[in-house]
């Protein structure tokens, strides 16, 4: 019935916590979009089944390359490099657009497929699907869409922190998105920054407020509906950094996930 | 020999800058029997721009004919494009051009054979 999509601006305030816990209680496939650093699968355990990403790179047939430079030329991110009688490319910069291939005049530019991360696939009491993208690998767009594609009519889906490309992509495809905040002025002002970004993409949005009960007025600065409030509770802490789910408060995730199945 | 330096304003008097990549010009001397012979300064149209500029900034002067570049510190990407491109490079920074190509002319320049730290996101060796 809905896509919701757990995105917050600042990272640690509690994305995690609310996916895991919302997905959990309500019984919702679960979708970790998070691949530079996935941890989801902390909270949701068991076997998982995995699937290698590949994404498309150039690969220069040296023999039939006469150095003319209009790769590199077409290429938008400087991944190609050409010398008078050297091409490289820089795999790290590319972006798989395949212009390069397409507009050499030598048919000297192959795409061959270059793995980049994984996605896992858990089955627990919920499901649990994830991405990890594999160290030093630049662009974790490829990795987030490959999860999106597993991605039904109902699901939590835990974003990238911050409003760059990667947390855009997350929360593209959504119905609704959960902003995740904390009563501190630095969450405040990335909390805006989200909203902004939101606004923009026409995804409707409604607030929770973390670690509630801060000593900082941040629902009084902010001008969207507040979806819930989780207290500041050192037992919050505690399970968490042990990898427990909050059964405390399943109740409350209940009544959030009633509020926003509404919107 | 022709030798780009890394500068903000560029020109003989302009200070040698510490950045490479996103160096916002490059003067560019050509020197004969120790002498200068004449002076380009061309603008870094890579220092505002994505990723990639260190790299994109070596294609430049590779495609421009230098054979050294005078700089604060480079990249390992932009080092390995430089040195496959047959570019010698050294390090000197804040001296006045005018002052780093005498010291160059004279072989006071320490050359730079290992990259720096890394600045953007391509880090990565030629293989």
Same mark, same amino acid.
């Given at each position: 019935?809905?896509?919701?999509?757990?995105? +917050?601006?600042?990272?640690?305030?509690?994305?995690?916590?609310?996916?895991?816990?919302?997905?959990?209680?309500?019984?919702?496939?679960?979708?970790?979009?998070?691949?530079?650093?996935?941890?989801?699968?902390?909270?949701?355990?068991?076997? &998982?089944?995995?699937?290698?990403?590949?994404?498309?790179? /150039? !690969?220069?047939?040296?023999?039939?390359?006469?150095? =003319?430079?209009?790769?590199?030329?077409?290429?938008?991110?400087?991944?190609?490099?050409?010398?008078?009688?050297?091409?490289?490319?820089?795999?790290?910069?590319?972006? !798989?657009?395949?212009?390069? +291939?397409?507009?050499?005049?030598? &048919?000297?530019?192959?795409?061959?497929?270059?793995?980049?991360?994984?996605?896992?696939?858990?089955?627990?009491?919920?499901?649990?699907?994830?991405?990890?993208?594999?160290?030093?690998?630049?662009?974790? *767009?490829?990795?987030?869409?490959?999860?999106?594609?597993?991605?039904?009519?109902?699901?939590?889906?835990?974003? /990238?922190?911050?409003?760059? =490309?990667?947390?855009?992509?997350?929360?593209?495809? =959504?119905?609704? =998105?959960?902003?995740?905040?904390?009563?501190?002025?630095?969450?405040?002002?990335?909390?805006?920054?989200?909203?902004?970004?939101?606004?923009?993409?026409?995804?409707?949005?409604?607030?929770?407020?973390?670690?509630?009960?801060?000593?900082?007025?941040?629902?009084?600065? *902010?001008?969207?509906?507040?979806?819930?409030?989780?207290?500041?509770?050192?037992?919050?802490?505690?399970?968490? !950094?042990?990898?427990?789910?909050?059964?405390?408060?399943?109740?409350?995730?209940?009544?959030?996930?009633?509020?926003?199945?509404?919107? | 020999?022709?030798?780009?330096?890394?500068?903000?304003?560029?020109?003989?008097?302009?200070?040698?800058?510490?950045?490479?990549?996103?160096?916002?010009?490059?003067? @560019?001397?050509? @020197?004969?029997?120790?002498?200068?012979?004449?002076?380009?300064?061309?603008?870094?149209?890579?220092?505002?721009?994505?990723?990639?500029?260190?790299?994109?900034?070596?294609?430049?002067?590779?495609?421009?004919?230098?054979?050294?570049?005078?700089?604060?510190?480079?990249?390992?990407?932009? #080092?390995?494009?430089?040195?496959?491109?047959?570019?010698?490079?050294?390090?000197?920074?804040?001296?006045?051009?005018?002052?780093?190509?005498?010291?160059?002319?004279?072989?006071?320049?320490?050359? @730079?054979?290992?990259?720096?730290?890394? #600045?953007?996101?391509?880090?990565?060796?030629?293989?």
């Amino acid at each position: 019935m809905a896509r919701i999509a757990v995105a +917050s601006g600042k990272g640690g305030t509690g994305k995690t916590t609310i996916a895991v816990n919302l997905a959990y209680f309500n019984r919702i496939d679960l979708f970790d979009l998070d691949v530079e650093e996935p941890n989801c699968h902390i909270f949701i355990r068991g076997k &998982g089944k995995e699937e290698v990403v590949y994404r498309k790179v /150039p !690969s220069v047939d040296k023999s039939k390359c006469d150095y =003319c430079g209009i790769c590199r030329d077409v290429c938008e991110y400087h991944a190609i490099v050409v010398l008078k009688d050297a091409i490289y490319v820089m795999h790290e910069l590319c972006h !798989s657009c395949g212009a390069c +291939s397409y507009f050499c005049p030598k &048919g000297a530019i192959e795409e061959v497929d270059r793995p980049i991360g994984r996605v896992v696939e858990v089955q627990s009491e919920i499901k649990l699907t994830y991405g990890v993208l594999n160290v030093g690998e630049a662009t974790p *767009i490829p990795v987030i869409k490959h999860v999106k594609r597993r991605i039904g009519r109902d699901a939590i889906i835990d974003c /990238p922190p911050g409003v760059s =490309c990667p947390m855009v992509e997350s929360v593209r495809d =959504c119905d609704y =998105c959960i902003l995740v905040c904390e009563p501190t002025p630095f969450s405040y002002h990335d909390l805006k920054l989200a909203m902004d970004a939101l606004d923009k993409l026409g995804i409707p949005y409604g607030v929770l407020i973390n670690k509630n009960g801060l000593p900082f007025n941040i629902e009084e600065k *902010i001008d969207a509906e507040i979806v819930g409030r989780i207290p500041f509770d050192r037992k919050i802490a505690e399970s968490y !950094s042990k990898g427990e789910l909050l059964h405390n408060y399943a109740e409350t995730f209940r009544e959030i996930y009633e509020v926003i199945k509404c919107r | 020999m022709r030798v780009a330096i890394s500068t903000t304003n560029g020109g003989l008097d302009d200070r040698v800058s510490d950045v490479f990549g996103r160096t916002m010009s490059f003067t @560019i001397v050509d @020197i004969e029997n120790g002498e200068i012979r004449g002076v380009e300064v061309v603008k870094n149209e890579f220092a505002m721009r994505g990723g990639g500029a260190g790299i994109a900034v070596s294609q430049l002067l590779a495609d421009k004919g230098v054979d050294v570049v005078v700089t604060g510190n480079v990249g390992p990407n932009a #080092m390995s494009i430089l040195s496959s491109a047959g570019i010698r490079v050294y390090r000197c920074s804040g001296l006045k051009v005018r002052d780093a190509i005498e010291r160059l002319v004279r072989g006071e320049l320490e050359e @730079i054979r290992s990259p720096g730290r890394p #600045m953007g996101r391509g880090r990565r060796w030629l293989g």
